[in-house]
């Protein structure tokens, strides 16, 4: 399903093998909190989506684990930026700027960090509404500005 959905959005969009079923509860022990069903069943299907510029538009279950774990845990990031405990980090535009889910309290909705100026915004409904419009964009920013 992941897989179609993606492809109808863009026939560049890349896909790996799919994410062993073991590694999804060990990256949810790693992370302390369940993954969004959502992006599970996508990562039950392919280990990521490559977006049609290169652009990590979901990103493989090692960077989501470790990307995250980075983010909650780096203190340096408390000096420049407010609190990312809130948030699932799961892709990104290629140029800095994050998707992710919110953890508390949990929802489909997809929201953007970016990082210039530390703004987070909802930018889709739902993960299926998020590869939609991220993956049909023309290698702009402008679906999510």
Known sequence: MW???AGRA???????HPVDPADLTEAEERLGCPLPVE?????????????PYGEGTVWPLSRIVTDNLHFWSDSAFADLYMPFGALLFFGDNGGGDQFAFVR??????????????????WVALDLQDYLGRSLADDGGDGWYQ
């Not at 863009?10 to 790996?16: D, H, M």
């Not at 992006?39 to 977006?51: Q, V």
């Open 104 to 121: 508390t309290p949990a929802r489909p909705d997809v929201f953007v960090w970016e990082h210039e100026d530390d703004s987070r915004r």
């Open 10 to 16: 863009s026939s560049q969009a890349g896909f790996n």
């Open 3 to 5: 897989r179609e959905i």
């Open 39 to 51: 992006l599970t069943n996508l990562l039950r299907e392919t280990n990521g989506i490559e977006g």
